[in-house]
């Protein structure tokens, strides 16, 4: 049972950590070939006949004449897809040599059951389908013949030929039940009936045994052919059989089940078929022409020797196969595609045992030393258990980032500061939305308090200082979060801050900008040395100066970060370090800014991400790593961002006649309608209505508490005055806030005097996000939140119709369409031992993404081996996702092709050198076995 896991789990490596390639190149003669040839089971009259390329594709259908001959003039179609080309390319038939194209001629289900096709019978006795008993010579129609041959054609050539009987679909049947080329299914045919030629080579018009003048012009061997093709409907009829079509069902059967082509029993019983065939023959035109007796007997009696023949050559107990019969360019080729699967499988097995086991450091098999380990090590250095790093690095230049922008831009004092009290200032003057849930807590000053000690109090000490254009953080020690006892970090950094082209005001030029950093971060067992040569580098497409509130005022074309520095974790030997270099390139995505307008700036998409360094450790090699992504679609990218306000996607309407107020989010696809009206003295009501996805719940069902009252901000009005006349004193406004209570007699006049003040708010907690399907969870943005409102004044809603802000809460885009994902290229390089066993790799990636769900890629090992033989192989993919086709090459381009059926999963190829196929793959119960050209088997792993 082990044994059968693995070869599941090695199939799904091969198909999921490497990828696969284009099919060969086959271009079939494109000027047309007339295909023509004889259908004889006896003589199949008026029978449609159908001509298919390799890929199944009918190309013309013709019926035969009342000889059983036919012709019909053909034009090839191009080579489908690889896709399409790799399913059909599991029937293993499609391999014939270089410069030929393979046909396939059948005569069509079905085409009988019109009532114009017959067949002669030229055996003893005939039984059709529909069990009519018929004798010698006699022509009896038939609903269920099948015959099929293959049919090689060189380019170039105009016209072919071949007979259409039960030895040439023998033939067919073969090549495809049991994945043979046609050459090699010909041969098995012809030495199990000790022909002269394969099958499809024999005289295409074939003889008709029922007529003595076709009889008495034939040669001994073309009779003898003939009285072999006819035995087998005499087979049949004695083995109680309805006829040829139910004899070969069996032999289709043999042969998907054993690696065989003919019994001894079903060889010794056709010969004996065949002796009655000849004297059938015989009896009928002795009495016409009498020397046809002795040249028939002629013909039992070498058609009888053929059989004996073949069956001493080619039976070993009761099952007959010949062997092969190879020429020294096909063995050659042969042992270079098992050299092929003997070093897929020697690499995939031991990486599959590595994957299996070996990533797992308490393991007893582990080995630290191969290239997957170290790699799971790398990726935990630079990420993993030290991610602290990143969110440190954040909120410290938050922290710093506003200080500079006060200082530069609104003239602030520039003297050392406190890192702890610029926390502070920044914690209160951004707390996030839903950290408090709204202005409408009761506790909400009491919450954003809570929130800025949390946030200052991670802040332990150092300071922020500027020296010209230079700005130093000294000393600055903070813990990663606001537990007591989490871990302190030590930041020092440094960096030039861009000249402005105004002196005094935030001016830059338009073009490349540069802010070069360096220092150190520490904590954690971690340490970052960030060294000369860092920059942020960005690049404007205007001019800036002013406010950096205005939507779209930085209009940045490119950021990048580059970054030299030396990564440690641990120390001793167990200290983990990379040295190197990482570039991150963002760029402006023009649709990115038409579909977020209100953003003062938008996000710029990942361009180019370039990796180039050596991760090492004491006892260990150094991993030399080099990545590099390119992203070629960045400027087409567009997805409303998360957090962005949007006037399109909610609004508002009056009517004056009923006094209602409808509000409404979303779209026409998914959103809500909300309808304000009153009901007498109990206050104002919300009748909500969903479509799509957006719900209601029962939010509304009772009335609005805000919506009688609203706020008036009095900043002449003194504080003591203010608490004593009853009302509240705002720090934050420096002024006085008075509630203001409607009557019910202003409500009934116009009820959008309930629209203000806290009223928006309410609805918005009660409403909640509404998702909308493309874009992401929309929610109602308070209107007194806007700098263009007034919160306490009372012209919020004056007009009859008109936008209400919106925020995306969350994003959730449509990938599927185009600009909606990120495509591109990348390339990595690394080397190393894949496993204990294996000798030290090159390795490189090459992966491009055409389609959200759409790309290929392909996976390059080269290694020496022992006797310093250069090997290299090419693991390459047309299609990711799903991953159903795998390809891999060498260097002499011997190529194994695997591909995943789509519902089964199961997988099956071939292996092929310069078109030649040379083996093939397959499930055998819980084994995927490889059958060769020279019938040898074994397992694919």
Known sequence: MKRYWGAALLCGLLLTTVGCGSSRDRNPTSAGVTVSGTVMKGVAQGVQVAVQDAWGRTLGVVKTDDQGHFSLPVLPMAPPAAAGEMSAATNFYVGVEPGSSLYRVLIQQGSLQQGNGHVVCDAPQCRSGGGVEVGFGATYPTSTLVLSGLLVVEDGQRAAALPINVLTTLQDMLAREQQLTAARAGQIVQDLFGLSSPPAYL???????????????????????????????????????????????????????????????????????????????????????????????????????????????????????????????????????????????????????????????????????????????????????????????????????????????????????AIAELARRYAHNNVPWRVCEGPWMADYDACVEAYVEAFASRFIGGQLMREGQRWQLQDVSLRADDVADSPIWYVALALEQPRFSQDGDLALGAGPQQLPFSGTVQGDGLSLQINSGSALDFTLGEAFAGSLEAPGALQLTSVDLVLDAVLAVGDGDAQQRFTGRLELGLVASPAMHAANPNLPLVSPIPHTLVLDGRFEQDDQQPLVAELEMVIDNAARFAARQQGGRFDDRAGYAYDSGLNEVTLTLGTDQDGVQLRLHQQGPDGVYVDCAAHGKATCGEQFEWPLESAWFYEVLDTQLSEPACVEAGFWWSEEESGCIESVYLTEDELAADLRLALRGWTLEEISQRLGPVPVTGEGTYQLQPLSWQPSHDRYGNDLFTAEQGTLPAYLVRMAPDHERDGGYLSGVLHARTEGRLAAGLPTMQLELDMQRTGYRAGNASLKLNWEEADQTPVALTFSTPQLQPLTEVTVANRDGTRLLLSRDAVSGELSGRIERQGQALGTVRREGAVYMVTWLDDSIESLY
Request: proline share 7%; net charge negative; glycine share 6%.
């Open 203 to 417: 005289p295409p018009s074939g003889v008709d045994l029922t007529d003595p003048e076709a009889v008495a012009r034939a040669s001994v061997e073309e009779l003898v052919t003939a009285v072999l093709n006819a035995a087998v409907e005499q087979d049949a009829y004695q083995n109680g059989q309805q006829g040829v079509p139910a004899w070969l069902d069996e032999r289709r059967e043999q042969m998907r089940e054993q690696q065989m082509a003919l019994e001894r029993e079903r060889l010794l019983a056709l010969r004996d078929a065949a002796a009655a065939t000849a004297q059938a023959a015989a009896d009928a035109h002795a009495a016409k022409q009498a020397e046809l007796r002795a040249k028939l007997e002629s013909v039992r009696q070498r058609a009888s020797q053929q059989i004996n023949d073949a069956i001493d050559e080619h039976c070993d107990g009761d099952l007959c196969l010949p062997a092969p019969r190879l020429s020294p360019a096909e063995q050659s080729a042969l042992d270079a595609a098992k050299a092929l699967v003997a070093q897929v499988r020697g690499v995939a097995a031991a990486s599959l045992e590595v994957f299996e086991s070996g990533l797992d450091p308490a393991h007893p098999d582990h080995d630290p030393d191969t290239l997957p380990a170290r790699l799971q090590q790398a990726g935990q250095l630079l990420g993993g258990e030290h991610a602290q790093l990143l969110p440190v690095l954040r909120d410290v230049m938050q922290v710093a980032g506003e200080h500079l922008e006060s200082v530069v831009i609104k003239g602030e004092p520039d003297g050392p500061q």
